[in-house]
């Protein structure tokens, strides 16, 4: 008979040797090849070639938001003539907050499972040699106790950046998180606080990641007031955001979309900026439908739009002529607590009609919310009812991942269904 | 010690009649019985040390900088309160006293973090993480210990062996009831809990050693509730009254210290009555301060939930009127 205790030793095992592997592979490939090695599961479509990047110096420094933070207190004639920037991917762009912060802040520490040799998907990669390894260090497996020492450690004031290995792994924290971190400061009556926590975590699908390794999980979090959660889209919005959550004075999990640590490649401002928390950002323009998500689904979401203005030939019947030149205006509401509503609710009165695409499931989703919401402040300006593309209510099947997610086929059949309701 | 012990009791006496009076709501762990630790402990530490504990926090509150009216009034939710009446028992917090914790056995591993910046900071301080032996039991304890010794922090856990967590003994629910021996390389000690010479100088001894560097130490003090676990227990139904009466006249902390008080000729009957009256005047006296406090403000239900400044645009209440804008 196997004991409890084995079973869980053999768990963490697996666990290991899976993130081992993928660092192990990640490492071969870089050095034996010279063209950039595709991204685990391969790109999804659209993500590089997508116009929602910004590939060049000149796009990344007009990045809507940016606020400079420089120690010269932002020299006018910096605005814009002096920046330089750097093509980086997601985990570089990562990589490059945490480095600042370290920079920065003294108090500024760096822990969770496997961070100090780079953790899995490169993030810390080189932060242990550059700042020692008494402030970048590497954790038990205990997702818990990563939590509750965070919290310990902002409790007296210090910056204490935390690492989930992956999102489905913070539900053994989640304790800490909730009833913990979020109330910390109010039922100490403001006089502690955990402001200083922000806990990084790889979220959404990677294409072949099954029930542990692909979850959204940041509906879960919606209803502890006291957290933010933040989801960014590409390598400029990671940065940004995550050097204002990491300063933001309220404890923040920051929800790193996986596959797009490799496939999303920006040109990023190398100095130190932060993007707005709490503000979602109109990408494109529109005034006939408001589609709304964030993480990976933009992506998918701008496909669909390409879609619906040209139709490929199998789907071209399914798209009637005048829906066509229809404006679909694509925001990426960034902050999912607390979320964006003024944003939100000012593109909907305009347009009449909302799609909100998520990974996560539909029961109780973040949807749900945001649906509930609108449907409230705006019901009689709703030309049709606020439709949700989510995953399905089951388990994420590993054989049924790219059927699990909602993809550009599914979410350009809801903006035909809704425009047409 | 003596007058402390005797203050902490009253104090939890006091909040045993308004809790019955119907003036403290929700939930109230009382630690009669317990006070030699507390006490102990705080004499043999600075206020330089942290402490952290769970529910059972009210001594440490008041001994760590707090004060008796301050936990009275967070007990009857006004605004005397040490959490402002937001928190209520469980919740109360001093600048060197990072909270009672309602959650069994989370605050261990947020110990382990406190003692982390201790030591990051260099300073030769100790944090004590206390906890039960009905939170001994929980994963995230052992997490915390892993942890501990691992980067070798200044960190004390102490194991208040009260011999129940809640309704079950320990007997019955731990298949190591030696809580001292449970830290697997971090060694242990055991200590009478009801003696506070005993209680005072293990927590020297503990301070000491990790503070030298040698890493975190256990510390086990066997004591022992009068009450129930909470205030909804009686405390009778898993253990006998004979048991408890028999642990009353043998083994209270307080009859003990006056034992030794009067054997050593340190002070009379007479001058110990004196402070016995003193102490009960001290807590009416806060009582009475802390029923005068009015309760929170309407506008309080919004604070303290995001930083100031960085709040959402507005949050809900029940109704459509009672969404509150920042």
């Given at each position: 008979m196997i004991s409890p205790h084995s079973l869980a030793a053999t768990h963490a095992a697996k666990r290991r040797i899976s993130a081992h592997t993928r660092v192990l592979c990640g490492a071969r490939r870089a050095e034996s090849t010279k063209a950039e090695p595709p991204p685990a599961g391969g790109h999804l479509p659209g993500i590089a070639t997508s116009k929602l990047l910004r590939t060049t110096r000149d796009a990344a420094l007009r990045t809507p938001g940016i606020s400079w933070k420089d120690d010269d207190g932002g020299a006018p004639t910096r605005e814009f003539g002096g920046r330089e920037t750097r093509k980086m991917n997601v985990y570089q762009a990562v990589r490059d907050a945490m480095s600042i912060a370290l920079m920065k802040d003294e108090t500024a520490v760096v822990f969770g499972?496997?961070?100090?040799?780079?953790g899995v998907f490169r993030c810390t990669m080189g932060l242990a040699e550059e700042f020692g390894r008494e402030r970048v260090f590497n954790t038990p497996l205990s997702e818990q106790g990563i939590a509750g020492f965070g919290i310990g450690l902002a409790a007296m004031g210090h910056t204490a950046i935390a690492e989930i290995q992956f999102a489905d792994y913070i539900f053994p924290a989640f304790d800490q998180l909730v009833n913990e971190a979020a109330k910390y400061r109010y039922r100490s009556g403001g006089q502690f606080n955990v402001g200083g926590l922000t806990v990084r975590t790889p979220t959404m699908s990677v294409g072949h990641g099954g029930l542990y390794h692909s979850?959204?999980?940041?509906g879960f979090f919606m209803g502890a007031a006291g957290l933010k959660v933040v989801i960014p889209r590409s390598p400029i919005q990671a940065k940004g955001l995550l050097l204002s959550s990491i300063r933001d004075p309220n404890p923040v999990i920051f929800m790193e979309?996986?596959?797009?640590?490799?496939s999303a490649i920006e040109q990023v401002p190398i100095d130190d900026f932060e993007l707005p928390l709490g503000r979602a950002e109109t990408m494109v323009p529109g005034s006939d439908l408001t589609l709304l998500t964030w993480g990976t689904p933009v992506y998918h979401c701008e496909t669909a739009l390409s879609m619906l203005a040209n139709p490929p030939a199998q789907l071209a019947p399914h798209v009637p002529s005048a829906l066509r030149t229809a404006k679909i205006e694509l925001i990426d509401l960034r902050t999912i607590l607390p979320w964006d509503v003024e944003t939100v609710m000012e593109s909907v009165h305009r347009t009449g009609r909302l799609v909100i695409v998520h990974e996560a499931s539909r029961t109780a989703g973040v949807g749900a919310e945001i649906a509930a919401e609108v449907q409230k402040k705006a019901f009689l300006k709703l030309n049709a009812p606020v439709r949700r593309v989510t995953g399905w209510d089951t388990p994420v099947g590993l054989q049924y991942e790219k059927f699990y997610m909602p993809d550009a086929v599914r979410i350009l059949d809801s903006i035909v269904e809704t425009l047409t309701y | 010690m003596y007058r402390e012990m005797n203050t902490m009791r009253r104090m939890e006496q006091a909040a045993d009649a308004l809790y019955k009076a119907k003036l403290i709501r929700g939930f109230c762990h009382l630690a009669i019985g317990q006070e030699a630790v507390a006490v102990g402990l705080e004499h043999s530490i600075t206020k330089e040390d942290l402490v952290i504990t769970a529910y059972r926090c009210h001594p440490f509150a008041v001994l760590r900088g707090g004060s008796i009216k301050g936990v009275i009034g967070e007990l009857l939710g006004r605004q005397i309160g040490m959490s402002h009446g937001k928190g209520g028992s469980m919740h109360i917090f001093t600048h060197r006293f990072f909270g009672g914790n309602g959650i069994v056995g989370a605050q261990v591993p947020v110990g382990a973090g406190i003692a982390f910046a201790q030591k990051y900071l260099e300073k030769p301080t100790a944090t004590f993480a206390m906890y039960g032996d009905g939170a001994s039991n929980q994963g995230q304890v052992f997490e915390a210990f892993n942890m501990a010794k691992l980067w070798n922090l200044p960190c004390v856990f102490v194991?208040?062996?009260?011999?129940?967590?809640m309704g079950t003994s320990a007997e019955r629910s731990s298949s190591n009831t030696e809580y001292y021996t449970r830290g697997d390389k971090i060694p242990g000690i055991q200590a009478n809990g009801m003696d506070i010479i005993a209680t005072a100088q293990a927590v020297k001894y503990a301070r000491e050693w990790v503070i030298a560097g040698k890493g975190p130490l256990l510390l086990e003090f066997v004591t022992y509730r009068y009450g129930g676990h909470s205030m909804s227990d009686p405390g009778t139904t898993y253990r006998t009254r004979e048991e408890i009466q028999r642990m009353r006249s043998t083994q209270d902390p307080i009859r003990g210290l006056q034992r030794y008080i009067e054997e050593w000729g340190v002070a009379t009957e007479e001058e110990l009555k004196k402070i016995d009256k003193e102490a009960k005047a001290t807590v009416d006296k806060a009582v009475e301060e802390a029923k005068a406090s009015p309760e929170p403000l309407l506008e309080d239900l919004w604070t303290d939930i995001y930083y100031k400044g960085t709040e959402p645009p507005f949050m809900r209440g029940r109704e459509r009127e009672e969404i509150h804008h920042y």
């Open positions: 499972e496997d961070v100090a040799f780079g979850q959204s999980p940041e979309p996986k596959i797009l640590y490799r | 194991c208040e062996n009260n011999k129940y967590g």
